[in-house]
């Protein structure tokens, strides 16, 4: 038994595929950036306003506990809000440039 799961095993590290590795030098790095909120109004690009827009459809689907004009008021201002999450991200004063601490709630600051 413990050789065939040994033998199993050195199967699988033999033939997985071996990860490269990047440096901070290179420009052509195989390592793609996933999230990202660099575009105001386009969520393809913004992990942020992704998960805004996720909420807002969530919102909509649950008319129990969620009335109609609450997510219309959050479309009528969407482009405010779409605003605001990019400000959060990249302007000061909410943007911390060296260490992201305003970015995250602190209840202590």
């Given at each position: 038994?413990?050789?065939?799961?040994?033998?199993?095993?050195?199967?699988?590290?033999?033939?997985?595929?071996?990860?490269?590795?990047?440096?901070?030098?290179?420009?052509?790095?195989?390592?793609?950036?996933?999230?990202?909120?660099?575009?105001?109004?386009?969520?393809?690009?913004?992990?942020?306003?992704?998960?805004?827009?996720?909420?807002?459809?969530?919102?909509?689907?649950?008319?129990?506990?969620?009335?109609?004009?609450?997510?219309?008021?959050?479309?009528?201002?969407?482009?405010?809000?779409?605003?605001?999450?990019?400000?959060?991200?990249?302007?000061?004063p909410y943007y911390d440039n060296s260490t992201f601490a305003s970015h995250f709630y602190?209840?202590?600051?």
């Amino acid at each position: 038994m413990k050789r065939k799961i040994l033998a199993i095993a050195s199967v699988i590290a033999l033939t997985a595929p071996i990860q490269s590795v990047a440096f901070a030098h290179e420009s052509d790095s195989p390592i793609a950036l996933r999230w990202s909120a660099e575009s105001v109004h386009n969520e393809g690009v913004s992990s942020h306003l992704w998960i805004v827009n996720r909420a807002i459809d969530i919102m909509s689907q649950n008319t129990t506990v969620v009335k109609q004009n609450e997510t219309a008021l959050l479309n009528d201002w969407r482009t405010n809000l779409e605003e605001g999450i990019y400000s959060a991200d990249y302007k000061n004063p909410y943007y911390d440039n060296s260490t992201f601490a305003s970015h995250f709630y602190d209840p202590d600051s």
